[in-house]
């Protein structure tokens, strides 16, 4: 198993530019998430899918639009790429433990660098 | 709001030296909290977590953190630090509402030096 994979590793983009982060993982979960981590602030949701189907907006969404293309994958787009974009971003798969709550597995992240 | 506080940025401990780093959290419902570590360039590892039971947790890497409930809090431990441990560390909350998601804290950076 590969677990939760991310493509590219690092970015570098111009403002304006537009491009698309990949994200798949091959642990058959229902629930993908979409998170950025910045320096001082922890990571933060930008959008998640309960489950195939669905999206929902996390605590950052603008500026960034998701695809839940099947089971597997779910990718993020920026559309016109901000300086303020500048930052690591982590997708991860979650599946729903023992316990009840939903365990989150992280991908190795995307450096992406807007000039 | 419910929220995940590491009030510390940066830990400096002497390698061999007893490590503790702090976190408190503000959560509704039971609290199931996280610890992760992210080393230069990579990705966030797993390293423990508290669910219920014993309120001293261990993990990975040797990591210990103890849960204490009348003081919100969710430190970090190792009895012995290495060089190696130098790296990022967050603590997160588990959210019950339906984004099922984690909530982080600010991240500590802890450097042990030789």
């Known amino acids: 198993n590969a677990g939760v994979t991310q493509t590219p590793k690092f970015q570098v983009l111009k403002t304006g530019q537009s491009m698309t982060l990949q994200c798949a993982q091959d642990?058959?979960?229902?629930?993908m998430y979409w998170y950025r981590q910045d320096p001082g602030m922890g990571l933060r949701l930008i959008y998640y899918?309960?489950?195939?189907?669905?999206?929902d907006k996390g605590e950052v969404p603008n500026g960034y639009n998701v695809s839940r293309l099947n089971k597997r994958e779910f990718s993020l787009r920026l559309e016109s790429a901000a300086p303020s974009q500048t930052s690591v971003y982590f997708c991860?798969?979650?599946?729903?433990?023992?316990?009840?709550?939903?365990?989150?597995?992280f991908g190795p992240g995307t450096r992406l660098t807007v000039t | 709001a419910q929220s995940v506080a590491q009030p510390e940025d940066q830990v400096k401990v002497a390698e061999g030296n007893p490590l503790t780093v702090k976190c408190t959290y503000s959560?509704?419902?039971?609290?199931?909290l996280f610890w992760y570590v992210q080393y230069p360039n990579r990705g966030l590892q797993f390293l423990l977590k508290?669910?219920?039971?014993?309120?001293l947790v261990k993990g990975s890497y040797g990591f210990e953190a103890e849960f204490n409930k009348s003081q919100t809090s969710f430190h970090l431990k190792k009895p012995s630090a290495l060089v190696s441990d130098s790296a990022l560390y967050f603590c997160?909350?588990?959210?019950?509402?339906?984004?099922?998601?984690?909530?982080f804290g600010s991240g500590t950076r802890l450097l042990v030096r030789p």
């Open positions: 991860a798969s979650s599946e729903i433990s023992e316990q009840g709550y939903h365990e989150q597995y």
């Open positions: 642990m058959n979960h229902n629930s």
């Open positions: 899918s309960a489950s195939e189907g669905t999206t």
């Open positions: 959560v509704s419902g039971n609290p199931y």
């Open positions: 508290y669910i219920t039971g014993d309120n």
């Open positions: 997160a909350a588990y959210l019950w509402d339906s984004s099922y998601k984690l909530i």
